[in-house]
């Protein structure tokens, strides 16, 4: 009789750990895959090579408009005042040189950090900040990183969350009222 109390029990503590593993299984990896798409870039750019190697700052190329806006990233027009040509040997120069600036086209870059319409994000107000703060560090990679798209929202994985944004205000003293950012 004893025995069998005692294996019942042990047959209940099995189900209930197989039943643990499997969600988190499921909520670690599983999840992920499904809410997530993976899409990758035109081509690849080298943010290293210009940064670097030319010795270019991220404000070369991601600059303020007048309104204290940000113009996000930079022009085909922009990136030819030194790409008209190829200048390098790498294939991905030579695609946006003849597939791109040749023919006219802006670069249908997916962008990372893309807030949705009711955050107004004012890089302006955050000039005193490095942009690793808040932007993955791209400008030592020789490879841009692999775009996760939410398959509900549309929005970037890596788009900055309200709760990085809040914290970081709470550290420094800033408001967070919810007006300072939302529209």
């Not at 922009?78 to 991905?92: P, Q, S």
């Not at 695609?95 to 990372?112: A, G, M, S």
Request: proline residues 4%; negative net charge.
């Amino acid at each position: 009789m004893e025995e069998k109390r005692a294996s019942k029990q042990c047959g209940g503590v099995f189900p209930f750990f197989i039943g643990v593993l499997a969600s988190l299984v499921i909520g670690w990896w599983v999840f992920p895959q499904v809410l997530y798409s993976q899409k990758t870039q035109p081509f690849n750019f080298s943010h290293k090579v210009h940064v670097e190697d030319e010795g270019m700052e991220c404000e070369s190329c991601h600059t303020f408009l007048e309104d204290g806006s940000f113009a996000g990233l930079p022009s085909n027009e922009k990136c030819a005042e030194c790409h008209e040509d190829v200048l390098g040997e790498t294939k991905d120069e030579e695609i946006f040189v003849t597939q791109y600036v040749q023919k006219d086209v802006e670069v249908p870059w997916l962008v990372y950090q893309y807030q949705p319409d009711n955050v107004y994000f004012s890089h302006m107000a955050h000039k005193g900040f490095e942009c690793t703060e808040c932007h993955p560090d791209v400008g030592n990679g020789d490879t841009l990183p692999t775009y996760y798209e939410n398959r509900i929202s549309g929005y970037s994985k890596q788009t900055m969350k309200m709760w990085q944004c809040e914290r970081c205000h709470a550290e420094v003293g800033t408001s967070n009222a919810c007006y300072v950012c939302h529209k």
